[in-house]
């Protein structure tokens, strides 16, 4: 009986700590600024990624006051392999292997948003779009190949792998509907994510995230449909 317990609280542990439950209609809450706060994630990224789509939803009114990470994969080689960073003075900054390209934008509006990030090496092409409407195309890095062995972190920017922390880049403010996958989308699939459709995601994926909350980091009801 006494082992049985104990590996029952064992399964309690271990769920906890890598969770996998259902998130829909849910969000990831950062309430206050840190530099110990923050989501894990667990990609599916099986091959090295020569294209990508990310897109999320982000609640945050933070953007008038300072820069802030919304999406950051790190290597071992590099830390800013794909980074979605918000600049307040230079708008949304987009890396895939170090190098970026900048989306000017005066300010993130205090309300729910929709971002996309695609890019793709054959071409260098790099995407952002922001409530299903697309800014100009722009070249980046063309010819990189991301790496597969990844840390991906939701509410910090990593200045090395996996840490590095600095509070005054730490998100403050909900995100959620967190997906990725290996190709980009066309613009109708783009506009299909916005309206809440769903196009399979292959390397994170909502609707069956792994992850791991670290700090003060809350699941709650969305606040957006």
């Given at each position: 009986?006494?082992?049985?317990?104990?590996?029952f609280?064992?399964?309690?542990?271990?769920?906890?700590?890598?969770?996998?439950?259902?998130?829909?209609?849910?969000?990831?809450?950062?309430?206050?600024?840190?530099?110990?706060?923050?989501?894990?994630?667990?990609?599916?990224?099986?091959?090295?990624?020569?294209?990508?789509?990310?897109?999320?939803?982000?609640?945050?009114?933070?953007?008038?006051?300072?820069?802030?990470?919304?999406?950051?994969?790190?290597?071992?080689?590099?830390?800013?392999?794909?980074?979605?960073?918000?600049?307040?003075?230079?708008?949304y900054?987009?890396?895939?292997?170090?190098?970026?390209?900048?989306?000017?934008?005066?300010?993130?509006?205090?309300?729910?948003?929709?971002?996309?990030?695609?890019?793709?090496?054959?071409?260098?092409i790099?995407?952002?779009?922001?409530?299903?409407?697309?800014?100009?195309?722009?070249?980046?890095?063309k010819?990189?190949?991301?790496?597969?062995?990844?840390?991906?972190?939701?509410?910090?920017?990593?200045?090395?792998?996996?840490?590095?922390?600095?509070?005054?880049?730490?998100?403050?403010?909900?995100?959620?509907n967190?997906?990725?996958?290996?190709?980009?989308?066309?613009?109708d699939?783009?506009?299909?994510?916005?309206?809440?459709?769903?196009?399979?995601?292959?390397?994170?994926?909502?609707?069956?995230?792994?992850?791991?909350?670290?700090?003060?980091?809350?699941?709650?009801?969305?606040?957006?449909?």
């Amino acid at each position: 009986m006494e082992k049985m317990l104990w590996c029952f609280l064992v399964s309690i542990s271990f769920s906890d700590v890598f969770g996998q439950t259902e998130l829909s209609k849910k969000a990831f809450v950062f309430p206050k600024e840190s530099d110990n706060s923050y989501v894990s994630l667990e990609g599916q990224v099986k091959e090295p990624l020569k294209a990508f789509t990310v897109c999320l939803w982000q609640f945050t009114a933070l953007s008038r006051t300072r820069g802030f990470s919304i999406f950051s994969y790190a290597t071992k080689k590099q830390a800013n392999e794909i980074l979605i960073f918000w600049s307040k003075e230079r708008g949304y900054a987009f890396a895939v292997g170090g190098p970026e390209v900048l989306f000017k934008a005066v300010e993130i509006p205090p309300v729910p948003v929709h971002i996309c990030a695609s890019w793709e090496s054959v071409t260098g092409i790099a995407e952002l779009w922001v409530d299903g409407r697309p800014r100009v195309r722009m070249s980046l890095n063309k010819g990189y190949t991301v790496e597969t062995d990844a840390s991906i972190i939701l509410g910090q920017e990593q200045d090395s792998f996996g840490g590095s922390f600095d509070v005054n880049q730490s998100f403050v403010g909900e995100i959620g509907n967190v997906n990725m996958w290996d190709y980009v989308l066309s613009p109708d699939e783009i506009n299909t994510v916005y309206v809440g459709g769903t196009i399979s995601p292959n390397v994170l994926n909502w609707q069956s995230l792994k992850y791991q909350t670290n700090g003060e980091v809350f699941i709650k009801p969305q606040l957006w449909s």
